[in-house]
């Protein structure tokens, strides 16, 4: 059975830094990209990052870059998002997703991606 698990999210002031965790189970890492969206109620989801299957490719949205980080160990099985210098636009549920590809470069279509976890909420607030 594929699960996707994040973990990580909790409350930390402006400025601070979080580092969001993606579990997963039941198929291979390295046969996946995957991205992080976060979703503020009452918005869209917004794409915020994703990385490719071998770890070579990363795509960082415009609104994060240079303060979120994405990276992959894929003989420990772990994917993270170090977030630093937290803004409260920052705020809301971080998803992660997963979908099978040897593609060299990722992508942020959501229908892409089959695999989801069930969120971890930010809250960046003084």
């Known amino acids: 059975q594929v699960q996707v698990v994040e973990s990580g999210g909790g409350l930390v002031h402006p400025g601070g830094s979080l580092t969001l965790s993606c579990a997963v189970s039941?198929?291979?890492?390295?046969?996946?990209?995957f991205a992080w969206y976060r979703q503020v109620s009452g918005k869209e989801r917004e794409d915020i990052a994703c990385?490719?299957?071998?770890?070579?490719?990363?795509e960082i949205s415009d609104s994060v870059s240079g303060r979120f980080t994405l990276s992959r160990n894929n003989v420990n099985n772990t994917i993270k998002l170090q977030m630093n210098n937290l803004k409260s636009e920052d705020s809301g549920v971080y998803y992660c997703?997963?979908?099978?590809?040897?593609?060299?470069?990722?992508?942020?279509?959501?229908?892409?991606?089959?695999?989801w976890g069930q969120g971890t909420q930010v809250t960046v607030s003084p």
């Open positions: 039941g198929f291979t890492l390295g046969e996946h990209a």
């Open positions: 990385i490719s299957s071998n770890g070579g490719y990363t």
């Open positions: 997703a997963a979908a099978s590809t040897r593609r060299l470069k990722c992508i942020f279509t959501s229908s892409a991606y089959p695999y």
